[in-house]
C-alpha cells in the first residue's frame, strides 16, 4: 500500500462521484440527487463561500424522526451566504435556491426547515433544484445515461467499474484508522476534503472520528450537518404540489420531517 491511497482517484464533481460511484442506491438510474445538492453545499461551506457558525458544543447524531434536540442543534447552525469571486454555475444555482428559500443570505437551518414546509416555497425549491441539477450536468457535459468513458447506456463502462474498484479502496482508507494514521492529512484544507468525500459515501461520521475536527467544515459534520441537510431538502420535496415523476430529486430519506411541538 503506498501513499497514493489518499489521493482520490479521479476529479470528478463530488456530487457525480457519489452518484456513481456509492455502494447503495435507491434504483439503477444515476440520476443526480438531493445528495448532490446537500454536497455542493458542504464544498461551498469547505470554500468559506457559505459562512458557518455553530454554537452547539457537541457532537451530534440525527434521529431519524426528529427530536427537540435535533431542532435545537438546528437552531445553533446559522449560514450566512458570503460568496465572492467566480463560482461554477452550478454552485451559483446553489446560492440562489438557498437565498430563495429562506428569503435572505443568513438564516440558521430550524428556520430553512420551517420553510420547507410551506408549499410554495417548497414548489419554488423543486424549480431551483431542477436548475441546479441541469448547471451541474450540462458543467460536467453529464447525463444518466453517459459520461466520459465511465457511464454508457446508464450502465458503468469497464473503465467506470475499474473506477468504481479504485473508489472503493478510497473509501477504506477514508475509515482505516491504520491507514490514515500511516498517511495523515498534510493540511486543514486536505483534511477537510476528506471529510467530504466520505460525505459523498455516507461515511462522514466515520472519517472524520479518525481525523481532526479543525474546520467549519468538519464542525458541521459533527453535528449530522450532512443528514440535517438532506433532511431539509427532503422535507421540502415531500411538500411540492406537483412533481415530475422520474426527477430523480429524491434518495435515501422516506419520511417527511415535522417540527417537534409544531415550532
Not at 167 to 173: A, T
Request: hydrophobic share 30%.
Amino acid at each position: 500500500m503506498s501513499e497514493n491511497i489518499k489521493n482520490p482517484p479521479s476529479d470528478d464533481a463530488f456530487p457525480i462521484v457519489s452518484t456513481l460511484f456509492i455502494n447503495k442506491r435507491f434504483n439503477s438510474n444515476p440520476e443526480i440527487t438531493i445528495n448532490g445538492l446537500s454536497l455542493t453545499i458542504l464544498d461551498l461551506i469547505m470554500q468559506n463561500q457559505i459562512k458557518c457558525n455553530i454554537e452547539w458544543p457537541e457532537s451530534h447524531d440525527i434521529s431519524k424522526k426528529l427530536t427537540e434536540e435535533d431542532i435545537e442543534v438546528m437552531k445553533s447552525i446559522t449560514l450566512r451566504i458570503a460568496n465572492k469571486g467566480e463560482l461554477k454555475t452550478s454552485e451559483t444555482s446553489a446560492i440562489k435556491l438557498l437565498k430563495t428559500m429562506n428569503k435572505g443570505k443568513k438564516f440558521n437551518l430550524k428556520e430553512m426547515l420551517k420553510q420547507s414546509k410551506n408549499s410554495s416555497i417548497a414548489n419554488k425549491f423543486y424549480e431551483d433544484f431542477i436548475d441546479y441539477k441541469k448547471a451541474l450536468e450540462n458543467e460536467n457535459k453529464y447525463t444518466s445515461k453517459d459520461y466520459k468513458d465511465i457511464l454508457s447506456d446508464g450502465k458503468l463502462t469497464n473503465a467506470g467499474n475499474d473506477l468504481k474498484k479504485e473508489w472503493k479502496d478510497f473509501q477504506k482508507y477514508l475509515t482505516s484508522q491504520e491507514l490514515t494514521e500511516q498517511y495523515p492529512p498534510e493540511s486543514v484544507d486536505e483534511n477537510a476534503a476528506q471529510i467530504l468525500y466520505g460525505a459523498c459515501f455516507n461515511i462522514e461520521k466515520d472519517t472524520l472520528a479518525i481525523r481532526e475536527n479543525n474546520s467549519t467544515l468538519a464542525d458541521f459534520i459533527d453535528k449530522d450537518g450532512f443528514k440535517l441537510l438532506n433532511a431539509i431538502f427532503s422535507n421540502a420535496y415531500s411538500n411540492v404540489s406537483k412533481k415530475t415523476k422520474g426527477d430523480g430529486i429524491f434518495y435515501g430519506i422516506n419520511d417527511k420531517y415535522t417540527i417537534p411541538g409544531g415550532a
